[in-house]
């Protein structure tokens, strides 16, 4: 959902706030723009489209020349993406990026359009720079912030120039995402760490309604009230090589490719001496044993998720699982206490309605564990417990290895809970762990199916709809598969619990329409073939993902996607997410898209 950059030090400014435009274009890409400080004038370049199109631009006008600026690349809220509404943004004496949504500016607007202001573009954020420039009255920015941050509601992070100091940067935020790095004599801000690894790993978290003044001194922060702060400096743990391509021609591929290891490293972070441990992080037998009912709360794949760990929870330590969609769950009054747990999942750390999902459940006294990418995300910080996943920075917009260690880590979970419970002694959950720890091989061999897939691919790059099915965790993949085809190849799909079929779908099945039948699961196998049979009496084309042993009865199966494994059934969502995750891939690629950014999506959902 937007991302904004702004570095002052003694490089090209223009250079590195397009570099970390890049990096950021993962938060939206539907237009760009910056403003850097040429002497004592601030020289603002945007554009509608890309940032290729910002290049283009920034090629034929002459990029500015200067030591300090921000930039911005877009995912339009308020505001068709056009030149006039990109940003940066300038009224008065203030120029601005910003990130979030300012929920009155309607009010406000109609507030300084009485005191003479005027708009350029149809942006809630203009209305940020109009109030700052208002606020400015005595020349005195960090006044000027403090009172425009209590007049706006809703979420912003802001990098801002004044005018009259060249040799600023400003920036504040509240709600949504802001860091500063700390180089040697330079200073950034950026929405996310990878804007600035390539030059340092040192950063700060800003909190909210925190300031922060960056000047050839370094960084001076300032609460609310603009009061001195100290903060305190961090170190990355991310490396510039996990933020770039590596040889691959997409992020997707090479996050889908980077899952035999994240997941590894996922196990190994949370086992000792052969079973799940998360003392650590406080997640003790002594307080699952007090559980009595679970939420799991997310949005998209981080909740698809949550479907595989109903399934888990409820099939090994017997408590009630209940997977809530975290838009939904934040306004329906949900009936908690304490005896429950409610688990957030979200590989950003960000999400507004997740985050929403927390707040909610803390403000009624629920404990509540996070599990989380991005370790200094703002769910990461605000749950009781975090179990942080280590899969290194996911650009691709299409989330893949942080659905696979999320659901590592709640295999992990549910062994642990039906201990504590007593349904498993510790010889099962030694066993059990042993049998995860094999996943990895098991993801490997099917990412190396790059030819079948592609034939697969080449079988739906034309049609224009098609559907998902299977059982139980077969039911949860087929969800989680065919959200990843419609996001990035704007194909029609749908997912069923195959015995659903028959209420109501089975009528859109005409002759060729592409079934995939997620067929991993035994127990269910013969009925969920049962299924394939009756969409393969009406005409469907039948892809199966399943065991690479799996028989299926002559000419039932048009094509299939095997995985060989030695895992048991409840494992196999790893292995069988990835294939699906590589036939979304390589559709997209043939259908011309960019899988990285499709369109209308942005990374990191931090507005309602
Ligand atoms: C799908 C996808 C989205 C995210 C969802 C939640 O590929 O990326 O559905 O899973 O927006 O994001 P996080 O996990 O960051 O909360």
Not at 115 to 141: H, I, K, M, W
Not at 315 to 326: G, K
Not at 405 to 415: D, G, K, P, S, W
Request: negative net charge; glycine residues 8%; charged residues 25%.
């Amino acid at each position: 959902m937007c991302g904004i950059v702004g570095y002052i030090g003694k490089r090209n400014c223009s250079d590195v706030l397009m570099d970390g435009l890049e990096k950021l274009e993962y938060r939206g890409y539907d237009s760009a723009g910056i403003a850097v400080f040429e002497k004592d004038l601030i020289r603002t370049i945007k554009t509608r489209g890309k940032l290729q199109a910002m290049q283009e631009k920034l090629a034929n006008e002459g990029k500015p020349i200067g030591h300090c600026g921000i930039g911005h690349t877009r995912w339009a809220t308020h505001g068709e993406p056009s030149d006039v509404n990109s940003h940066p943004h300038s009224n008065g004496r203030v120029t601005i990026v910003h990130n979030g949504i300012i929920e009155n500016y309607s009010e406000l607007k109609d507030f300084l359009t009485e005191r003479g202001y005027t708009f350029a573009s149809q942006t809630d954020s203009e209305v940020a720079a109009c109030l700052l420039d208002y606020y400015y009255a005595e020349r005195n920015p960090l006044k000027a912030i403090t009172e425009t941050m209590r007049e706006l509601r809703g979420s912003f992070a802001l990098g801002i120039l004044f005018r009259d100091f060249p040799d600023r940067v400003y920036a504040v935020r509240k709600s949504s995402p802001l860091i500063v790095g700390v180089g040697e004599n330079e200073s950034f801000i950026a929405s996310d760490i990878p804007a600035f690894l390539k030059f340092t790993k040192k950063f700060v978290l800003l909190d909210d309604d925190e300031i922060v003044c960056m000047d050839e001194n370094g960084q001076h922060f300032y609460n609310g009230h603009g009061l001195p702060l100290e903060k305190e400096v961090q170190i990355a743990e991310w490396d510039v090589e996990q933020a770039q391509k590596g040889g691959f021609p997409h992020y997707m591929l090479k996050e889908i490719h980077e899952q035999p290891e994240a997941v590894k490293k996922t196990l190994d972070a949370y086992i000792s001496n052969g079973v799940p441990d998360f003392e650590a992080v406080g997640l003790t037998d002594e307080l699952l044993r007090d559980v009595k009912r679970v939420f799991v709360v997310g949005c998209g794949t981080a909740m698809y998720a949550g479907i595989v760990a109903r399934y888990v929870i409820e099939r090994l330590a017997r408590v009630p699982v209940t997977v809530e969609v975290a838009s939904e769950f934040r306004y329906m009054d949900p009936i908690m206490g304490k005896d429950d747990l409610v688990i957030v999942i979200s590989q950003s750390g960000e999400t507004a309605d997740t985050k929403a999902g927390l707040e909610l459940a803390k403000s009624r006294g629920v404990r509540t564990l996070a599990i989380v990418n991005v370790k200094y995300s703002a769910i990461a910080r605000g749950a009781d417990m975090c179990i942080h996943t280590p899969a290194g920075p996911e650009i691709s917009v299409c989330c893949t290895k942080a659905y696979s260690v999320q659901i590592a880590v709640l295999y992990l979970i549910a062994f642990r809970f039906a201990y504590a419970h007593g349904q498993i002694d510790e010889n099962v959950m030694k066993r059990l762990t042993e049998q995860l720890c094999g996943a990895p091989k098991s993801i490997e061999n099917v990412i190396v199916q790059n030819d079948e897939c592609q034939y697969i691919a080449s079988q739906l790059v034309n049609v224009d709809t098609l559907f998902y099915i299977g059982r139980g965790l077969d039911y949860a993949l087929s969800l989680e598969g065919s959200l990843k085809l419609k996001e990035i190849t704007y194909i029609h799909s749908e997912a069923y619990a195959a015995g659903e079929l028959k209420h109501g779908p089975i009528s859109l099945i005409e002759p060729n329409i592409p079934v995939i039948a997620v067929a991993t699961q035994r127990d269910v196998l013969a009925k969920t073939v049962s299924n394939m049979e009756e969409v393969k009496a009406r005409g469907a084309r039948i892809i199966a993902v399943c065991r690479k042993e799996t028989e299926f009865a002559e000419g039932m199966v048009d094509m299939r996607l095997d995985f060989d494994s030695d895992l048991d059934d409840l494992f196999a969502p790893l292995p069988a997410v990835c294939a699906l995750q590589m036939i979304a891939y390589y559709t997209s690629v043939l259908r011309g898209i960019d899988p990285d950014k499709p369109r209308n999506l942005a990374k990191s959902v931090t507005t309602e």
